[in-house]
C-alpha cells in the first residue's frame, strides 16, 4: 500500500493498516509525519475545533486522545476542553511513532515529492519508482487560489512567514469569513496587532461558537432526513426552536455521510447553492473563546463583515483597493487596506491538481457530476471513466468531500480510515 501525503488522514491510515497487519509505506514531501498544515502551527492560541474528548484518532477507542492529554499535558486534559492544535499535531506524531515501534517493519516513511500515479506505484520527482498493490491520495488541503498578484496580496496564509510583513497598525482586508480568517486574526492579535480588518465572504458570517457544555445530539425526526430540502430544513429548523440549533447539528453529524450518498446530483446543487454557508457556520463550529474575540474586535469597531462577491483587487500607491459587489446588489466604496488575506479555503479541483489531471486524462479517474472533486464509490475507491470503482487507487480526507460532504474533521476522518481499512483488510 502506497499513502501520498503524510499529514493526519495518511499517517493514521498507515497505522490502522499497521495494527490489521498491512505494510504501507507513507510518502510526504514536507517530512513532517501526522501533523499536516492544521496541526503544524506553533501559536498556543489557535485551538481546536472540536472537544479533546471527540478529538480521538482512532474509532472505537473515545479516550485515547484525552489519555495522551493526561500524561503529556495534564492542564488541557479536559475532555469539554478545546486543546491547543499543536498539542493534537504531537499526540498524532507520538501515535505514528508508537506503532511504527509495536509493529516494527510495517510503516516505512518516505520524504520525497510525488510525481505521478502509475498503474505500478507512483513515480517520484527524483525518478525513483514506488510499487504497491494499491494507491491511497491523502493529500490534504490545498491552498487557496483566489487573490493573487501584487506582493501585498497574501495568497497562501500558512506559507512560512506569511504574515511577518504586516506592522501593528496595518488594516487588512480578509477574503473569506471562515475558520481561516479567525486563525489569522487571532495570529495578528497574539503578535501586537491593533489595526481594523474588514472580511469579505458571499454570505458575509462568521463560525458560531459552542456551547460552554457538551453538545449533546437531538434525535431527529422522520422529516429531517428524508424527502425535499425544503422539508428537511423546515424540520431542522422547527426541532432547532423545540431543543438547540447545536444539539440539531450533533443530530446530523453521524449520518450526514449517509445523507450525502443517498442525495441526488440535484439535491446536491441544490444544497451547495442555498444552504452550504449556513450549514459551514453552523456545523463546524469554534471554541467559545474564539467567538469571544470576535465579538470584542466587532465591538471596538476593529472587525467588520461585509457580504458580497470579490471583483477585483487595484494596486495603489498607499496600498490595495478591494472592488467588491455586495450581495444586496447595492453599490459599494471598495474596501481599502495594506494587505489582502486569501482566507477563502482549500482550492480542490482535482481537474487541474498535478496528480489527479493525469488520472482523468487517462479515464483511470472521473470527476463526480458537480465537478467539485473524483468521484468515489461508498469505501472511498476512485471510480474510472465507466464509473467502476477501481480497487488500486483510493482517496481519503478532505480531498473526497465531493464524495462524502464531510471528510475535513477528524471524528469524520476516522471514520472514513476505518471504512477504507476494513475494505482493504
Known sequence: ?????????????????????????????????????????????????????????????????VDWLTTHAPDHADPDGFAPRALYGRYVQDRLAAVEAAHPGLIRREVAEVAAITEQGVRLADGRMITGGAVVLATGNPPPRT?????????????????????????????????????VVQTLEARGWTGRVAALSFKGVAPLPHGYGHDAPADLPSDAVAGPLSQRLKAARA???????????????????????????????????????????????????????????????RLTLRAGRLDRI?????????????????????????????????????????????????????????????????????RDAAGHADGRLWMVGPPARAAYWETIAVPDIRKRIEILVGALA
Open 1 to 65: 500500500m502506497v499513502i501520498v501525503g503524510g499529514g493526519f488522514s495518511g499517517a493514521m491510515l498507515a497505522a490502522r493498516l499497521a495494527e490489521r497487519g498491512r505494510a504501507s509505506v507513507v510518502i510526504d514531501r514536507t517530512g513532517d509525519f501526522g501533523r499536516g498544515v492544521a496541526y503544524s502551527t506553533p501559536f498556543p492560541g489557535h485551538l481546536l475545533n472540536v472537544r479533546s474528548g471527540r478529538m480521538s484518532a482512532v474509532e472505537g477507542r473515545p479516550g485515547d486522545f
Open 147 to 183: 487573490a493573487k498578484g501584487d506582493a501585498r496580496v497574501l495568497s497562501d496564509p500558512w506559507a512560512p512567514g506569511a504574515l511577518d510583513s504586516i506592522t501593528e497598525a496595518d488594516d487588512v482586508v480578509i477574503i473569506g469569513t471562515g475558520l481561516t480568517m479567525i486563525d
Open 239 to 301: 426541532l432547532a426552536r423545540r431543543t438547540d440549533w447545536r444539539a440539531v447539528m450533533e443530530g446530523y453529524r453521524p449520518i450526514t455521510a449517509r445523507l450525502w450518498l443517498e442525495a441526488t446530483t440535484a439535491q446536491r446543487a441544490r444544497f451547495l447553492r442555498h444552504l452550504r454557508p449556513w450549514w459551514d457556520v453552523h456545523r463546524h463550529r469554534i471554541a467559545p473563546q474564539m467567538a469571544d474575540m470576535l465579538t470584542r474586535l466587532e465591538d471596538q469597531g
Open 314 to 382: 487595484e494596486t495603489q500607491e498607499e496600498g490595495l483597493a478591494v472592488h467588491w459587489r455586495p450581495a444586496d446588489g447595492a453599490a459599494a466604496d471598495p474596501l481599502t487596506a495594506a494587505w489582502v488575506i486569501d482566507c477563502t479555503g482549500p482550492a480542490h479541483d482535482p481537474a487541474t491538481h498535478a496528480l489527479t489531471a493525469p488520472l482523468i486524462a487517462a479515464g483511470r479517474a472521473r470527476l463526480e457530476p458537480l465537478g467539485h472533486g473524483l468521484d468515489l464509490d461508498a469505501d472511498g475507491r476512485v
